[in-house]
């Protein structure tokens, strides 16, 4: 069984500031890691992917997030918080299933990010 | 820019009520997922369409839920009879197909609220 948590239902941090979202994955296998942004009332936009290769990803809005095996973690940062930040952002995990080449998107409960001026 | 499509935005019924939500995927995209999401927790696969074909709807209650996608293009997840419980966000995601490396895109979805 595979499970995302994210520490932290809600983040606040001062406009400028060091975002910083906490992941944490359980899989017996690495898994494919994502981080998607919900804004209110709308669908899920996806930040940034992780697959194989280099483990520092980099997404859209200068957000980047680093997978680190050995931790089983996949922290989402942004070095400069703005005002338009504020929003809900979800980590989920998708592994194999057994003898596919795809398998479920699995989702944490959700961080919400609040950008104080 | 091609964005998935959903109808209404808004549905508010009564329980034992029928409901029925639409989706239009991306052109061209061959799969298509129905999410559940309950207000403060993240979204919950309810069923996978491969063209017209059920990949997945392990977590899909058959007793009341059902979801069709006849010309392999648009689909249609249905409620019958509402219960209170239902109440939730319903979104409905595409990509180009299966392979895990291929994202999803998501539709704005479709607030439920049952009283």
């Known amino acids: 069984a595979q499970s995302v948590t994210q520490l932290g239902s809600h983040v606040s941090v001062s406009e400028g500031a060091l975002v910083l979202l906490r992941c944490n994955y359980s899989?017996?296998?690495?898994?494919?890691l994502f981080w998607y942004v919900q804004y209110p009332n709308q669908g899920l936009q996806l930040l940034l992917k992780?697959?194989?290769?280099?483990?520092l990803v980099k997404g859209i809005n200068g957000f980047e997030a680093e997978f680190k095996k050995s931790e089983t973690s996949f922290h989402l940062t942004k070095p400069s918080a703005h005002m338009s930040d504020a929003a809900e952002y979800f980590c989920?995990?998708?592994?194999?299933?057994?003898?596919?080449?795809?398998?479920?998107?699995?989702f944490g409960q959700g961080t919400i990010l609040t950008v104080h001026p | 820019e091609a964005e998935v499509a959903q109808s209404p935005r808004y549905k508010i019924t009564e329980k034992s009520q029928a409901v029925a939500f639409w989706c239009d995927p991306i052109?061209?995209?061959?799969?298509l997922y129905w999410y559940r999401q309950i207000l403060g927790q993240g979204p919950e696969l309810l069923v996978q369409?491969?063209?017209?074909?059920?990949?997945?709807d392990s977590q899909l209650p058959k007793d009341r839920f059902s979801a069709e996608r006849l010309k392999g293009v648009d689909s249609t997840l249905k409620i019958q009879p509402a219960e209170l419980g239902d109440s939730a966000m319903y979104l409905c995601?595409?990509?180009?197909?299966?392979?895990?490396?291929?994202?999803?895109?998501f539709g704005p979805g479709t607030r439920l609220t049952v009283l």
């Open positions: 995601a595409s990509s180009l197909g299966l392979a895990v490396y291929n994202e999803q895109f």
């Open positions: 899989s017996s296998v690495p898994p494919y």
């Open positions: 992780y697959t194989t290769g280099a483990t």
């Open positions: 989920a995990v998708r592994k194999l299933a057994g003898g596919t080449s795809y398998g479920k998107l699995t």
């Open positions: 052109s061209g995209h061959a799969t």
């Open positions: 369409f491969q063209d017209e074909s059920v990949v997945d």
